[in-house]
């Protein structure tokens, strides 16, 4: 079957309905974890390994045939992966390459990290009397981490250091609290000068 480079991502990309639903019966096994099906669509669309109708349909004839199961956990619809499909994932996983396999379950931790940041960390942009502020609390469960204020002057700026942090908020967080624990006493140790 030829490919289209302007529809597929660059590697290797699976074609065969049986091998997306060992990619799919993989991927569910390895993340241990209940999926919605929007994460599940969202990590597959972000991974391109496998074209999306292809690979929607290999997710409802697994449901069909029973290998995932539709459950509803805390007012949502998630799919868990049976005894069997885990074995059949484990049996047959080598028929798809472990390129793929590595990529797919790369995509979904990156997914499911970006998720948990999202929700652990809080940031919002308020107006004050003069200038802005942006307001950033980071949590873990019930335990406040940090939370810092920074003044901007105008709403542009509060909103660059909204996304800035927005970007990365476990690096923000790691930084604000090395750069805490090496702060210093500054003491700039001034030379004596010689008269002229």
Same mark, same amino acid.
């Given at each position: ?45 972000? #991974? ?42 484990? #049996? ?27 929700? #652990? ?56 609290? #090395? ?18």
């Amino acid at each position: 079957m030829a490919r289209n480079s302007w529809y597929f991502e660059p590697g290797i990309h699976i074609d065969d309905r049986y091998e997306a639903k060992i990619l799919i019966a993989y991927f569910l096994w390895q993340m241990a974890m209940p999926v919605t099906r929007a994460q599940l669509d969202e990590i597959f669309t972000l #991974d391109g390994s496998v074209n999306y109708f292809l690979y929607s349909e290999a997710v409802e004839q697994m449901i069909e045939s029973g290998l995932i199961v539709v459950e509803n956990r805390d007012g949502k619809e998630v799919y868990i992966l049976t005894e069997r499909a885990k074995h059949g994932a484990n #049996d047959f996983k080598r028929m798809v390459p472990k390129s793929t396999r590595d990529r797919i379950l790369s995509t979904g931790m990156k997914f499911f990290a970006k998720l948990k940041n999202d929700n #652990d960390v809080k940031l919002s942009v308020e107006k004050e009397s003069i200038g802005y502020t942006v307001s950033c609390r980071c949590t873990e469960g019930e335990l406040v981490l940090m939370e810092l204020k920074l003044f901007a002057l105008d709403e542009d700026q509060a909103n660059v250091l909204k996304q800035k942090i927005e970007k990365n908020p476990a690096a923000f967080y790691s930084k604000v609290i #090395d750069y805490a624990v090496d702060n210093e006493d500054y003491n700039p140790n001034p030379k004596e000068v010689n008269d002229l």
